[in-house]
Nanobody
Framework: QVQLVESGGGLVQAGGSLRLSCAASGIIFSINAMGWYRQAPGKQRELVADITSGGSTNYADSVKGRFTISRDSAKNTVYLQMNSLKPEDTAVYYC??????????????WGQGTQVTVSS
């Protein structure tokens, strides 16, 4: 069974920084892409950033220049460095892993979510 465990959320003032981490555990042969999504109250879940196994990255326009996604493929871990945080970044942040190949299947997985709150 594959599990994604997130850490690093919390409360920060506007202009501050946080670093999120997400580690995938289980019998994993490879992961195609890992990323972060977020969901604010009353809004749909949206992509924040993702990174492929080849290192290609994709960012939401609202976070470009402020957030940086990185990945340690050997550890099946993805990071999200968030700088210059704004109150509108407040949301539950979810880790996602796509194209996870285990011994018997290929699938997508989600973490449980970590709260990020930015105060003004």
């Amino acid at each position: 069974q594959v599990q994604l465990v997130e850490s690093g959320g919390g409360l920060v003032q506007a202009g501050g920084s946080l670093r999120l981490s997400c580690a995938a555990s289980g019998i994993i042969f490879s992961i195609n892409a890992m990323g972060w999504y977020r969901q604010a109250p009353g809004k749909q879940r949206e992509l924040v950033a993702d990174i492929t196994s080849g290192g290609s990255t994709n960012y939401a326009d609202s976070v470009k220049g402020r957030f940086t996604i990185s990945r340690d493929s050997a550890k099946n871990t993805v990071y999200l460095q968030m700088n210059s945080l704004k109150p509108e970044d407040t949301a539950v942040y979810y880790c996602n892993a796509k194209g996870v190949i285990t011994g018997i299947r290929r699938g997508d997985y989600w973490g449980q979510g970590t709260q990020v709150t930015v105060s003004s």
